[in-house]
């Protein structure tokens, strides 16, 4: 059984399959979510958890860090829901220290 998955940015609301990541569900779903390596590796689909629980599949450790986690952060395509989510379809990149 999946969780459902909603983007209020986008009035959507999708189905995730079972195990599924979420960046795998919203492609499946026609929701284009930034992503490149697929693997947490770039951290390039870092996205916001507005509502819900996910287990953090394994994942560069540069890609998401640990204060990043503790913000709310995490990378769609090594997310998996544990319940229903709420997402933004966008959303602000983390703080970049210059």
């Known amino acids: 059984m999946g969780f459902k998955i909603h983007f209020p940015d986008l009035n959507r609301r999708i189905e995730s399959g079972e195990k599924e990541t979420i960046l795998d569900s919203a492609l499946n779903a026609g929701i284009d979510l930034a992503y490149s390596c ?3 590796r770039c951290g390039v689909c870092k996205i916001l958890l507005l509502g819900g629980k996910v287990e953090h599949l394994s ?3 540069f890609s998401l860090t640990e204060e990043e986690k503790e913000e709310g ?3 769609a395509c ?3 829901p544990l319940s229903d ?3 933004p379809w966008t959303h602000k990149s983390p703080k970049i220290i210059s």
């Open 85 to 87: 989510l709420i997402l």
């Open 38 to 40: 697929r693997f947490g």
């Open 78 to 80: 090594r997310s998996v």
């Open 73 to 75: 952060f995490i990378l």
């Open 59 to 61: 994942h560069g450790k």
